[in-house]
């Protein structure tokens, strides 16, 4: 766990070891939170989404990271792959899981049997994240102290 380390004078968060310097002022402080966890959200979600359509042959747009609550990936008929930045608050099972999903998706855009088949063929166990996901996603948020 990070503790939360108020500086003044900060405006965005920084990581210094297991502390996030943040700013002093709580207002700020939720604001330049979520700015940190998007960054985070993309710098481990990218590596990811780039493997997983080269496994699968195929291509997508761009990658958008979204402040959804409970929808945790899409992907656009246009091939852009958006994310919950919420999924790093998550089991690293969880962010894998739905960056596969999505990639799989550029292949077969629906949830037919092609589609899961080939979720399974890379995610095995796509099922526990999944149900991690629907049983405990709603608890994905950041608790910010005054």
Do not use: K, N
Not at 91 to 104: G, K, M, N, S, T
Not at 114 to 126: C, I, M, N
């Amino acid at each position: 766990m990070l503790e939360l380390r108020p500086e003044p004078g900060r405006s965005r968060v920084r990581r210094d070891g297991d502390a996030l310097l943040v700013p002093e002022d709580a207002a700020q402080r939720g604001a330049a939170l979520t700015a940190w966890y998007r960054a985070r959200a993309r710098a481990e979600a990218a590596p990811r989404l780039e493997a997983a359509v080269a496994a699968i042959g195929a291509r997508y747009s761009r990658l958008r990271i979204t402040d959804t609550r409970t929808r945790w990936g899409s992907c656009s008929s246009t091939g852009t792959i958006s994310l919950s930045w919420r999924l790093v608050l998550a089991p690293e099972a969880c962010l894998d899981y739905v960056v596969w999903h999505e990639a799989c998706h550029l292949v077969h855009p629906h949830h037919g049997p092609t589609f899961w088949a080939l979720l399974q063929e890379h995610v095995p166990d796509y099922r526990e994240p999944s149900a991690w996901l629907r049983a405990r996603g709603t608890d994905l948020r950041l608790l910010i102290p005054a």
